[in-house]
T-cell receptor, first 115, second 115 residues
Framework: NAGVTQTPKFRVLKTGQSMTLLCAQD?????MYWYRQDPGMGLRLIHY???????AKGEVPDGYNVSRLKKQNFLLGLESAAPSQTSVYFC??????????????FGPGTRLTVL | AQSVTQLGSHVSVSEGALVLLRCNYS??????LFWYVQYPNQGLQLLLK??????LVKGINGFEAEFKKSETSFHLTKPSAHMSDAAEYFC?????????????FGKGTKLSVKP
């Protein structure tokens, strides 16, 4: 199993450009999450999904959109990138049911720089 | 609302010395608690988790943590630091009742190990 994978690993954008980050998991997990990590801020939840076709806002959703058309994929979009969106983005997934305890499994991250 | 406070953004120890990383949580309901480790340029990896089965939890790489309800703490320890332990460590809390499996993360503690 590959676990949680993220594409791309690195990206540089100019202000105003758009892009989509792809997260894929092969563990048949119901829940998926997008976080951003900034120095001294820990991880902050952007959006999450509790199942195919569902999405919900997290702590810092402004400027981002998401879609979950397939259970295994969770896409994060930036419609008009801003320098404040320079960050490292992590995707995570988790399963539901007895014994899950809400443990999340993380991807390797995407480092995004907006100039 | 749940929250996590990690005391000390940077901790430095000598190789072979005790590692103690502090985490205090706030939760109105019995929580699940986690410690994750992040090595440079990598994603987060689960070290250990508290699920109420036992208050002293053992994890990977010789780490352990003790849940103390009276102190609302879940400090991470390792008797003898190794150079390979240098990383950033995140404490996280989750509501047992679900909250769509959301985790609330602390801001992280960067551990340096001196030879």
């Amino acid at each position: 199993n590959a676990g949680v994978t993220q594409t791309p690993k690195f990206r540089v954008l100019k202000t105003g450009q758009s892009m989509t980050l792809l997260c894929a998991q092969d563990m048949n997990h119901e829940y998926m999450y997008w976080y951003r990590q900034d120095p001294g801020m820990g991880l902050r939840l952007i959006h999450y999904s509790v199942g195919e076709g569902t999405t919900a806002k997290g702590e810092v959703p402004d400027g981002y959109n998401v879609s979950r058309l397939k259970k295994q994929n969770f896409l994060l979009g930036l419609e008009s990138a801003a320098p404040s969106q320079t960050s490292v983005y992590f995707c995570a997934s988790s399963w539901t049911g007895v014994g899950s305890y809400n443990e999340q499994f993380f991807g390797p991250g995407t480092r995004l720089t907006v100039l | 609302a749940q929250s996590v406070t990690q005391l000390g953004s940077h901790v430095s120890v000598s190789e072979g010395a005790l590692v103690l990383l502090r985490c205090n949580y706030s939760s109105s309901v019995p929580p699940y608690l986690f410690w994750y480790v992040q090595y440079p340029n990598q994603g987060l990896q689960l070290l250990l988790k508290y699920t109420s089965a036992a208050t002293l939890v053992k994890g990977i790489n010789g780490f352990e943590a003790e849940f103390k309800k009276s102190e609302t703490s879940f400090h991470l320890t390792k008797p003898s630091a190794h150079m390979s332990d240098a990383a950033e460590y995140f404490c996280a809390v989750s509501d047992r009742r679900g909250s769509q499996g959301n985790l609330i993360f602390g801001k992280g503690t960067k551990l340096s190990v001196k030879p």
